[in-house]
């Protein structure tokens, strides 16, 4: 199967969906503000390589879990014209004449409501256990990117890879026939 690839955030949407749900939820429920002090004290951790990005995801879902529904807020957040407007105008007039994969290090919970907005025949991002925030197997990025679409497509071939990270997508890229590098809405192609 002929398929194009497509990262999310920083491709598809200008930012870093998660960050911007996790913003959504604090200005919807402020009593996550007391639980600050933990997250910062994670992500400096994380900074200083103590901690990974499953552990951190855990954590920071975990917490919103306590407090609200991940999914309800996932989609209401997709509901917003503010989250719309961070589509990038390229992806809309991209040509879509092959399948499309999202493939995303961004928790499938959220993007699905993406996708379905956006007409996406299939999503591959981070599992995660919207009752305890606790996340599934490895972050979906790099080499776990292709082994999930592997799992779910069987024998597949990249006709075209787009991404904002090289260091992230890299073996996406080098897989691909053709990639493209993606900044503040200005693709390139990839110099593999």
């Known amino acids: 199967m002929l398929i194009d690839v497509y990262d999310f955030d920083g491709t598809i949407y200008d930012g870093d969906s998660t960050f911007d749900l996790s913003l959504f939820c604090l200005r919807r429920h402020p009593v996550l503000f007391k639980r600050m002090p933990h997250l910062f004290a994670l992500l400096f951790r994380l900074a200083r390589g103590k901690i990974n990005l499953t552990a951190f995801k855990s954590e920071l879902f975990g917490e919103i879990s306590r407090v609200c529904s991940l999914q309800e ?110 900044k503040h809405g200005q693709i390139s192609p990839f110099q593999g």
């Open 73 to 182: 807020e996932a989609r209401l957040f997709w509901q917003q014209e503010k989250t719309l407007k961070k589509i990038g105008s390229w992806f809309q007039s991209t040509p879509r004449d092959l399948p499309i994969v999202i493939a995303s290090a961004s928790p499938e919970f959220e993007l699905k409501y993406a996708v379905e907005v956006l007409g996406m025949d299939t999503l591959i991002g981070t599992r995660c256990d919207v009752t305890t925030g606790q996340l599934i197997g490895k972050n979906c990025k790099g080499e776990e990117k292709l082994r999930r679409i592997g799992e779910l497509l069987g024998d597949y071939e990249i006709r075209a890879m787009y991404t904002d990270s090289i260091k992230s997508d890299g073996p996406l890229l080098r897989c691909a026939r053709e990639g493209y590098i993606l």
